[in-house]
């Protein structure tokens, strides 16, 4: 249905990367749910801050970033196909 990962940027940063929801599972609150894990699960690692990149065409998904608390951020990663960045403090 859906899948994602987390991985260290810095000992105080992690980055969400793949998150992806197949498209039979879009629109069930599937991709909100796996970031609130994955944001979960970089804390639990001790990261106090997470990033991720997007394409500028996945609108929904920027959507829900923001959503979520996300904030642009400058150009973090020399990624090909990001047009985005984003950053969000983890409580």
Same mark, same amino acid.
């Given at each position: 249905? #859906?899948?994602? $990962?987390?991985?260290?940027?810095?000992?105080?940063?992690?980055?969400?990367?793949?998150? !992806?929801?197949?498209?039979? !599972?879009?629109?069930? #609150?599937?991709?909100?749910?796996?970031?609130?894990?994955?944001?979960?699960?970089?804390?639990?690692?001790?990261?106090?801050?997470?990033?991720?990149?997007?394409? #500028?065409?996945?609108?929904?998904?920027? $959507?829900?970033?923001?959503?979520?608390?996300?904030?642009?951020?400058?150009?973090?990663?020399?990624?090909?196909?990001?047009?985005? !960045?984003?950053?969000?403090?983890?409580?």
């Amino acid at each position: 249905m #859906g899948c994602g $990962g987390v991985q260290r940027l810095d000992p105080d940063t992690a980055e969400i990367k793949r998150m !992806w929801i197949h498209p039979d !599972w879009r629109g069930a #609150g599937l991709g909100s749910r796996l970031l609130r894990h994955l944001e979960e699960r970089a804390a639990g690692l001790g990261h106090r801050r997470v990033r991720l990149d997007t394409n #500028g065409t996945l609108t929904e998904a920027i $959507g829900m970033y923001g959503r979520a608390g996300y904030r642009p951020t400058e150009r973090y990663n020399d990624n090909p196909y990001a047009q985005a !960045w984003f950053e969000k403090e983890l409580a």
